[in-house]
């Protein structure tokens, strides 16, 4: 069964670096999404994209993350610079099409800024 | 706003009880409900959703408008059920987001 895949698995950082997590979907899935989830938190969208347009960003700080899709398939999400409260783990999800509500989650990126 | 409350962190039972996973949400609409799992070491993953009314791995889930509740249950636990579990919440549209709540960590013991 195919899977979302995500990398790297864990990052290790020190504050005001540059990090940046990529994800690539299922094959055909029009919509993607990143949320971060905070250690005891549940997951929190961060950005949505349909192929390559965002449609939501509204939680995305974006004095310091950026996120693309540029061709419409694989993104990738990059924090600059990287603050200690960025600390969580990075989810990648995404669903086949509009009428479609179930959504397909990779394995996340665990970033610990330092 | 749309919100999602699961008002117990930790909900431990010994195998062969029954369970129940409270939910709640707060939706102006026809919402979407669902319950995602997380096994141990794996990712999360769709359990059930309210519009199949089906049971996955003996768990049911209603939809209750009235008490705006989604609570999850399953009338025998086993150990395998452990696990972090999810609500969320979704509403209608294409650009409608997922809304997950805090979490219940299931623990299932012998």
């Known amino acids: 069964e195919a899977e979302v895949a995500q990398s790297p698995r864990y990052k290790i950082t020190e504050k005001s670096q540059a990090v940046a997590f990529w994800c690539d979907p299922i094959?055909?899935?029009?919509?993607l999404y990143w949320y971060r989830q905070i250690l005891g938190q549940g997951p929190e969208l961060l950005v949505q994209f349909q192929d390559e347009s965002v449609v939501d960003d509204s939680q995305l700080p974006k004095d310091r993350f950026s996120a693309e899709r540029l061709k419409g398939v694989d993104s990738t999400l990059k924090i600059q610079p990287a603050e200690l409260g960025d600390s969580a783990m990075y989810l990648c999800?995404?669903?086949?099409?509009?009428?479609?509500?179930?959504?397909?989650f990779g394995p996340g990126t665990r970033l610990t800024v330092l | 706003a749309q919100r999602v409350t699961q008002p117990e962190k930790l909900l431990s039972v010994f195998k062969g009880a029954p369970v129940e996973l409270k939910c709640n949400y707060s939706?102006?609409?026809?919402?979407?409900l669902f319950w995602y799992v997380q096994y141990s070491r794996q990712r999360l993953q769709l359990l059930l959703r309210h519009i199949s009314r089906e049971s996955i791995k003996g768990f049911t889930a209603d939809l209750n408008k009235g008490e705006t509740s989604f609570h999850l249950k399953k009338p025998f636990a086993q150990e395998e059920d452990s696990a972090m579990y999810y609500c969320?919440?979704?509403?209608?549209?294409?650009?409608?987001?997922?809304?997950f709540g805090t979490g219940t960590r299931l623990q299932v013991t012998l």
């Open positions: 969320a919440l979704s509403g209608r549209g294409t650009a409608s987001k997922l809304t």
């Open positions: 999800a995404s669903r086949p099409g509009q009428q479609a509500t179930r959504q397909f």
């Open positions: 939706y102006s609409g026809s919402p979407e």
């Open positions: 094959s055909g899935h029009a919509t």
